[in-house]
């Protein structure tokens, strides 16, 4: 599956993003309490500090070592202790159920869309939104077909929605992802 990403403004992090599964899954697992820009430029920062961005050796590695580095300036995460315990256990899964490969989780026997977001759902730190999110991202961006996929990606999947990354192509769809957030969170206050 050949995907170009462009989330975090950053050519080398939005290529790290493009190339690597395990990257794009990270990048989406850190993506609460910050920016979408800050989460999904971790991967690359976590690459550059560890040497590479592994599953089985992220997953062997010694817990504190690992926090120490997801907290060096500038810190992977704004909460670089929950979040580093939450990756390594993301980690875990990938190399121990899926043998290492991120991309297995929506591309081992076919799956369908429903299948997929199953998949997604039982991951740490990945609840029902999260997942959803991740399948239209799989689905718009990143050439997944599987059937049924807008549908079990609802409400993200929709074809033209400005929603959340899965919809960002570039700064300008970026900016109106924002706005739209921001739009939510108002009405919900409201």
């Known amino acids: 599956m050949t995907r170009e990403l462009h989330i975090t403004g950053d050519e080398a992090a ?15 697992l850190l993506d609460q309490q910050v920016p979408m820009e800050t989460a999904f430029a971790g991967p690359a920062k976590l690459r550059d500090r560890l040497g590479a961005l592994d599953a089985a050796a992220i997953a062997r590695m010694d817990p504190d070592a690992f926090q120490a580095a997801f907290a060096e300036k500038p810190a992977v995460h704004r909460f670089p202790g929950s979040m580093a315990k939450r990756v390594q256990q993301l980690a875990a899964v990938v190399a121990d159920e899926w043998g290492g490969d991120a ?14 977001l199953r998949r997604l759902q ?12 991740f399948l239209a ?9 599987g059937a049924g996929w807008v549908d079990a990606s609802a409400p993200y999947g929709e074809e033209g929605a400005k929603r959340s990354v899965a919809d960002i192509v570039d700064a300008a769809s970026l900016a109106e992802v924002r706005a739209t957030k921001q739009a939510a969170k108002r009405a919900a206050k409201g």
């Open 14 to 28: 939005d290529r790290l993003l493009s190339d690597d599964d395990f990257a794009l899954l990270v990048g989406m």
């Open 103 to 116: 991309g297995a989780i929506w591309r081992r026997g076919e799956p369908d869309g429903p299948e997929v």
């Open 122 to 133: 039982s991951l740490p730190g990945f609840g029902d939104q999260k997942a959803r999110i």
């Open 137 to 145: 991202l799989l689905g718009k961006r990143a050439g997944f077909d």
